[in-house]
RNA sequence: GAAAGUAGUCGGAUAAUCGCGCUUGAAAAAGUGAGGAAAGUCCGUGCAUCCAAGGACAUAUCUCCGGAGAAACUCCGGACGGCGUGAGCCGGUGGAAAGUGCCACAGAAAUGAAAAGCGAACACUACACAAGUUUUGCAAGACUGCCGAUGGAAGUAAUUCACAGGCGAUGGUGCAACGGUGAGGUAAGAGCAUCACCAGCGAUAUCGAGAGAUAUCGGCUAGGUAAACCCAGAUAGGAUGCAAGAUAGAUCUGAAGGCUAUAAAGGUUGUCCACCAACUUCUAAGUUAUCGCUUGAGAUUAUGAGUAAUCAUAAUACUAGACAGAUGAUUAUCUAGAAACAGAACACGGCUUAUGAGCUACUUUCAUUA
RNA sequence: CGGGAUGUGGCGCAGCUUGGUAGCGCACCUCGCUUGGGACGAGGGGGUCGCACGUUCAAAUCGUGUCAUCCCGA
């Protein structure tokens, strides 16, 4: 699990920020960005596959760490997430079994797109 | 040496860097952290709340014997049946001489077996006869087949008879035809108070705790299906599942109408009796925490009892407990050049299914050599 | 965690209760009709009933296990 203040946490701030409806994909992840706000220190950040995905729990567990694992190394070196509250990852059947250089590239690219 | 069977084991390891949950601690830090199936949810329990604490019927589940177990579509040992050359494996295995139903097609007949048909009159088709169809009647005396001993008829006789009589063998149908195969026997035949072997039924004796086994004798035979209804015996308070539920805090508001009669409606198990509760309109609020939660019908080791399942006693250690939900990522080396199936969410006992590469023990069959 | 349903030609569905013949519509193929096409008419092909085992003389149907899909409740 990543450090408690950026854990995205309860059910309304997920329909919060999937009601933004500010979203973009790569290589099978989609990622919802959420509002904007001022004194922002760290955006709080949610993992999501479904059981639609796949239906053992042992590979969506597999997508989920390697999501996780490739957003803390990026928290770590500094990133400027500019002043946003919220992020959610959606992991799709097209990223499992993947690898975690292929899941790391997706997720950096994916990051460049906020604005 | 090859191919099998059974039981068991293993379920990746080491190092470096960056990380996560829980516990202890002031902190630093230390300890600890998924499985053999955690899975499927197919059975059975504990635990919790609510209803009932009264009766009847229905309903559901189970079904060889003995033992174990809290119980189980559970386990162990045995019996019987089936499969396999064998080691072994598989089996929801009570009752069909209580009753009902079903047994397609074929066949005379599918269960009170047997009608393998026959005769006559009238009508129709037809010119008529022959022949056919239809209708009606008949009840073991008749018909097809086998036989011709006995009796009868014909004939000198051999012999013949759609004569009486005897028989249910043979043929055909079908999964199945009121025991099977062979011999004797007979005119031909037949379980035929004839025989041998076998199946089945009943009785007796012996062995066994029992299922059952073995032997002898008897009469001389009763179709299959209960994973069709059913019968018999046994068992079962019901409903809801840890999002159960408990505690604390906040909230749970306030107002008006209805609450007499009839009918209808809700809950408690499917029904009945019986019992319990209540509604409508306007309006207000709603992102909580802790416990339950892991010390247990437990685990490991040793000893004893038992064929075994299992039980008893003693010692040892405490070994995940989250709540957007922890076990990860990268690199290198190795087993074996690429490690399968798969992730705890209250807990436990089973069953079922998925699973990589090996290893160990015992057993069987075949081949080769001595 | 609990409960329920479905699986049958390429597609959508009957048949299962009460076991013996797998059928219907659309689509497909051939022929006819038409100047040609459509529509219409006639004929034809195609499925072992999700999978496995069992009960039975005989299983899409009965029983058990298993796989997949869908839905509902908290």
Redesign the pocket.
């Known amino acids: 699990?990543?450090?408690?203040n950026y854990?995205?946490?309860?059910?309304?701030?997920?329909?919060a920020t999937y009601k933004i409806q500010n979203s973009f994909y790569k290589n099978g992840i989609i990622m919802f960005v959420g509002k904007k706000s001022e004194n922002i220190i760290s955006p709080k950040i949610?993992?999501?596959v479904s059981k639609?995905t796949h239906?053992?729990?042992?590979?969506?567990?597999?997508l989920?760490?390697?999501m996780?694992?490739?957003v803390?190394?990026i928290i770590?070196d500094n990133f400027d997430f500019k002043n946003t509250q919220s992020i959610?990852f959606v992991g799709k059947s097209q990223a499992l079994g993947k690898?975690?250089?292929e899941i790391?590239n997706s997720i950096k690219l994916l990051l460049k797109e906020i604005n």
Not at 1 to 4: G, I, N, Q, S, Y
Not at 7 to 15: G, H, I
Not at 55 to 62: G, Q, T
């Open positions: 699990m990543l450090p408690e854990r995205l946490k309860n059910k309304y701030a997920f329909s949610g993992f999501v639609k239906k053992r729990a042992v590979k969506r567990n597999r989920k760490r390697l996780r694992e490739s803390r190394l770590k959610i690898s975690f250089d790391n």
